[in-house]
């Protein structure tokens, strides 16, 4: 009791004494100058070293005053309570009141430290802000990322995002995204170069790279419900898509671009297609170009070269490797054609409406037209010369021509002769036929000696047993089960009943899958329709990756 009061008069005497600051110490050190109270304890025993307590206290939220009754501006109090409810809640720590709430010191495991933190709670503890006000994050006192109080998006480069992310780099790359085998970006400022001949462009607004295998530089898809297209490029000023496959030294024959559609659904109607293009051009009169649905160039100075390859399989008696037609702009006047084809069982190189015409560049007469002529059914045609002697002449056919007609007494072969300078011949009538000659014998035993030309028309064996006028196939999207009656010929071929020819392959006794190019659509054959995609391995669709 006396150590006590021994110690409030002396505190007594130094509050009178020196009432710009105070210090408690036990060496009678000066307080410091900057500050109004200055506790040393450096001059106690280790054992008796001491600290400050502050007043303890039980808050209730931080936007609570109370338990203090008005508190003053910065009145630090410890708090001991878990109360409240976010973001006003109040857990065990040291607050000071901020003139309308308690705050928090930056201290303990609810402060962000340069060290990291531990004993978050994600539902609790963020870093940001309370109001709606941008949140932002800077390096060297510059601004880097801004998150807009009012909608939260993020701007990196831009303190006004249009977009939940936006990111502008300036002259610079913007996004780079990368993983062990791949890498892209999004925005990219730096010249990319490709091809030979070499071409650049200075950038792109995605790029992604992909330089091992078994990986794809980019993938898209539409699934489920989605009902818009997995890629779509738009372009006002220059091509929507280019493709570039540099081949120099592969041994995989790829194709530039590659589309594969799988239908299976056996009540899907109308038109399936791999690939389809549409070119629309304006109304207006006085066009001076061209409209073009698909332009093929095939450009090869030294190897066979083929613009445009066609094959169709199908078991269907309606098929072919390609089809053609044109019409008015009102959708009338028109004709089409269809190209190696099969319609109700007839084959046909080319079938379609109108006549097959030859167009003549002539410097005298201007570019001319000339047209095939069409008869009921299929005929060969040949000619030749022969000399008559004392009224007689014997005609062998060509062998090849020989095997491949046919000759009965439904299809003998037809002669028509004309005399050479013999003006009183008398004609001559075909005699002793065989299938591989006859003689021609001068009527009323005339006896002339001359030439005679001679044109022959004979049945083919392709096609044998189609018979007169058959039935013919209408345009392409009209499908046999709804062709009207009115279009139904009279003569409906059995194709079980026509003779045609071997397969190319059948005759020659070739492996298809062997001659077929690495790369290509094995063209005929068990295989046919699959892809040749390697020495000996087929497959039925073309793979995504190189073999």
Known sequence: MRKTLTILTLLSSVLAAKSQNIGININGTAPNASALLDIDGTGLPANGQRGLLIPRVALTATNAAAPVTTPATSLLVYNTATAGVVPNNVT??????????WIRFGTGPTAWTTLGNAGTVAATNFLGTT??????????????????????????????????????????????????????YLGRETNISF???????????????????????????????????????????????????????????????????????????????????????????GNPGFTVGEQATANAQNQDAFAVVGSAFSNSLTRAGGYFESY??????????????AVTGVLRKIT???????????????????????????????????????????????????????????????????????????????????????????LNGGTHSGTLDYQLVVKPKTGFGEGRFPQAPGPAWLKKDLEPASARAANQPDPSKVFYWPSDHEVY???????????????????????????????DHYPAERP
């Open 92 to 101: 065990p720590g040291f607050y000071y009141w901020g003139g309308a709430a």
């Open 131 to 184: 109001d709606n006000v941008d949140f932002v994050l800077r390096t060297n006192n510059v601004e880097r990322l801004r998150a807009l109080g009012a909608n939260g998006r993020i701007g990196i480069g831009t303190t006004a995002p249009t977009s939940l992310l936006e990111v502008n780099s300036g002259a610079g790359d913007a996004v780079f995204g990368h993983s062990t085998n791949v890498g892209g």
């Open 195 to 285: 091809g030979t001949p070499l071409q650049t462009i200075q950038g792109a607004g995605l790029y992604a790279n992909n330089p091992a295998a078994g990986y794809t530089s980019m993938y898209t898809q539409s699934t489920g419900a989605a009902t818009v297209a997995a890629s779509v490029n738009f372009s006002d000023v220059w091509i929507a898509s280019y493709n570039y496959v540099q081949n120099g030294l592969a041994g995989f024959n790829p194709s530039a671009s590659y589309s594969q559609l799988n239908v299976t659904n056996p009540a899907l109607g109308g038109v399936q297609a791999a690939f389809r293009s549409y070119s629309d051009r304006g109304t207006a009169a």
């Open 328 to 341: 008015d702009y009102g959708g009338l006047a028109n004709a089409y054609a269809y190209v190696g084809t």
């Open 352 to 442: 379609g409406t109108n006549a097959v015409s030859e167009i003549v560049p002539t410097a005298k007469h201007g570019r001319i037209m000339l047209t095939c002529p069409e008869s009921p059914e299929y005929w060969y045609q040949d000619y030749g010369t022969v000399q008559l002697v004392n009224g007689h002449a014997h005609v062998d056919l060509d062998p090849i021509l020989a095997d491949i007609i046919m000759v009965n007494d439904e299809y003998p072969v037809r002669v028509f002769c004309t005399p050479v300078d013999m003006l009183a011949f008398n004609g001559v009538a075909q005699m002793n036929r065989t299938a591989t000659g006859f003689d021609l014998v001068e």
């Open 509 to 539: 006794g070739y492996d298809v899958d062997k001659v077929t190019p690495v790369g290509a659509s094995v063209a005929a054959g068990p295989n046919a329709g699959k892809m040749k995609v390697a020495e000996g391995v087929i497959m």
